[in-house]
């Protein structure tokens, strides 16, 4: 499996960006599919989640302002972020697991549950 991700660029507080994560290879057992962002010098963050039938999943910092969806038909996970700002700024993450084990909707947050990874693209949200 292999996760492309693009759309990340540089914004001004308060503007909009959509990233894209193409999928690729064996996907019909991608379940799960997640954003994580990750900051300079800090963790990798889970942002949102969402299932195969398109449940959701948000952390509390983007809850309201991020939308993430997937188009299984195109193999390909977004995330619409909306009111960007400046703490938003971050290398943005693409994951993708199957369904295998139990996790409640915060444990499909954690970075250790993900098997597939892209190579993140950037976001720059400037005051």
């Known amino acids: 499996v292999q996760l492309v991700e693009s759309g990340g660029g540089s914004v001004q507080s308060g503007g909009s960006l959509r990233l894209s994560c193409a999928a690729s290879?064996?996907?019909?057992?991608?379940?799960?599919m997640a954003w994580f962002r990750q900051a300079p010098g800090k963790e990798r963050e889970g942002v949102a989640v969402?299932?195969?039938?398109?449940?959701?999943s948000y952390a509390e910092s983007v809850k309201g302002r991020f939308i993430i969806s997937r188009d299984n038909a195109k193999n390909t996970l977004y995330l619409q972020m909306n009111s960007l700002k400046p703490e938003d700024t971050a290398m943005y993450y693409c994951?993708?697991?199957?369904?295998?084990?139990?996790?409640?909707?915060?444990?499909?947050?954690?970075?250790?549950?993900?098997?597939?990874w892209g190579q993140g693209t950037q976001v720059t949200v400037s005051s």
């Open positions: 969402i299932d195969n039938y398109g449940t959701t």
């Open positions: 290879g064996y996907t019909y057992n991608l379940y799960y």
């Open positions: 994951a993708a697991r199957p369904k295998v084990g139990s996790y409640s909707w915060a444990g499909l947050r954690e970075v250790y549950v993900y098997n597939y």
